[in-house]
């Protein structure tokens, strides 16, 4: 059974930063892309940023600059740095991990606000 558990959501004010954190367990070995999706209030769920492979990370467009994605393959996580969060950043973040079938977490809330 995977289970994909996200730590570290909270308020910021606008322009702090923020560190989320992610953990799998029960995936198998062998080659698989793991990243960050959200989804805000009334809005479809978009692409923060997934590692493919060493060499590529996708990111989204409205935070490419901002967030930056890393991945410790050896201990099965994942971390999403957000650095200039802005209000519109506010969203629940979910981690993502896909190889043959795709599995997400729970979400943890980001509050950006003064």
């Known amino acids: 059974q995977v289970q994909l558990v996200e730590s570290g959501g909270g308020v910021v004010q606008p322009g702090g930063s923020l560190t989320l954190s992610c953990a799998a367990t029960?995936?198998?070995?062998?080659?698989?892309?793991m990243g960050w999706y959200r989804q805000a209030p009334g809005k479809r769920r978009e692409l923060v940023g997934v590692v493919v492979s060493d060499a590529l990370t996708n990111y989204g467009d409205s935070v490419k600059g901002r967030f930056t994605v890393s991945r410790d393959k050896a201990r099965n996580t994942v971390t999403l740095q957000m650095n200039g969060l802005r209000p519109e950043d506010t969203a629940v973040y979910y981690c993502y991990a896909v190889r043959t079938s795709e599995y997400w977490g729970q979400g943890t809330q980001v509050t950006v606000s003064s």
């Open positions: 029960g995936i198998s070995r062998g080659p698989y892309s």
